[in-house]
């Protein structure tokens, strides 16, 4: 097994719009943004639509990779298919698109499952409604556009929100993560935060405004994958195929940018002598077994068992035993001046009852 500390860290940022669909920025205004904003990943994911495959095509802009997947788009249950060559079809239930896609190589993410829509910007719920089927690989635990818009309730509130990024968007849902930790119970579910960027202006001119810039919106949440190598800054295949694998085993952190930067470092895994599981390993519990985690930073921890809280701490390094079986993740906060900002969401260790054969 790995020492959790061989891993390599990847800087995501998931779910991003471009002209291609209904995004305002250019495939190169993009990554110019991304170069800008030293992010590693970039997954472009455009509705209903493959095109930029073929141009651009995948491929590495300076430091940052660009991948590109897509955005099903129903009227509601939005999916984000990442890493295959199809386009599913949208007008299908859920659990039949949701399997076309994965039958095409994708992965798939539920996009935004609990959003409740904007009357006053006139946009509808695009929440998970059909929950048919199991194809899916996870869902979007933050999603920093859909919480942010909640806070917009009408001309003066709309205005004093785009002087806030983070404003709805501090951390996720309680009711995505009750989902999310329910869902986890049954199977590994794993959890990604996307920026649904798109940079729309709103308004006209010259009085229009645009709704977070690619560079305010790739400062705000992040995706952060351990891999098992090195990107090679070269080889998009040989990269992709390490950062799919990551996502799929669910080696992922959820990562907010609301104390500044995305400082790399932050580990989570459970161990028993030297049987090591890190995040997204369904594993046999035995008695003995510890949560580690480590920070870059100072951090105020708090681990989770099944959704509910059981401990905290403060400090860059934390064990805390795992007293039976469970889904186990952990939460990170940040100091931020005289304030604790939510700054990460682990993915779960999912330790099993004993008769599970274990990581």
């Given at each position: 097994m790995r020492a959790d500390g061989a891993w390599h860290e990847v800087s995501m940022v998931l779910h991003v719009h471009s002209r291609l669909s209904d995004g305002r920025g250019t495939v190169a205004e993009i990554m110019a943004a991304a170069q800008a904003a030293q992010v590693d990943v970039v997954w472009l994911t455009d509705h209903d639509t493959l095109a930029a495959q073929q141009d651009p095509g995948e491929g590495y802009w300076g430091r940052s990779l660009l991948l590109v997947g897509l955005e099903v788009t129903p009227a509601q249950s939005h999916y984000l298919a990442l890493g295959g060559t199809g386009v599913p079809d949208r007008h299908r239930p859920f659990a039949e698109f949701t399997a076309e896609a994965a039958s095409m190589g994708h992965l798939g993410f539920v996009a935004h499952p609990d959003d409740p829509g904007n009357p006053v910007l006139k946009l509808p719920s695009y929440r998970w409604a059909d929950r048919e089927g199991t194809a899916y690989t996870g869902l979007e635990v933050w999603n920093h556009l859909s919480q942010w818009m909640r806070g917009v309730h009408g001309l003066w509130s709309g205005i004093g929100a785009l002087r806030h990024p983070f404003r709805g968007s501090e951390r996720p849902t309680s009711e995505t993560l009750a989902l999310w930790d329910r869902l986890g119970q049954e199977r590994r579910v794993v959890g990604v935060a996307g920026v649904d960027a798109h940079a729309v202006?709103?308004?006209?001119?010259?009085?229009?405004?645009?709704?977070?810039?690619?560079?305010?919106?790739?400062?705000?949440?992040?995706t952060h994958v351990l891999v098992a190598e090195p990107l090679t800054g070269a080889d998009v295949l040989a990269d992709r195929r390490l950062v799919l694998e990551a996502l799929a085993a669910g080696r992922v952190l959820a990562m907010s940018g609301q104390a500044g930067g995305f400082p790399k470092g932050f580990r989570f895994f459970a161990a028993a002598g030297a049987r090591v599981c890190p995040m997204g390993s369904e594993a046999a519990w035995e008695p003995g077994m510890a949560l580690r985690m480590a920070s870059p930073c100072p951090a105020r921890f708090t681990v989770k068992r099944d959704g509910v809280a059981v401990a905290s701490h403060e400090g860059q390094e934390w064990a805390v035993a795992a007293l039976g079986p469970g889904v186990w993740r952990v939460e990170a906060d940040r100091p931020c001046g005289r304030r604790w900002v939510p700054w990460v969401v682990a993915n779960p260790v999912y330790l099993r009852a004993p008769a599970h054969p274990g990581c």
């Open positions: 202006v709103v308004g006209h001119p010259p009085l229009g405004a645009v709704v977070f810039p690619y560079p305010v919106s790739f400062n705000t949440l992040r």
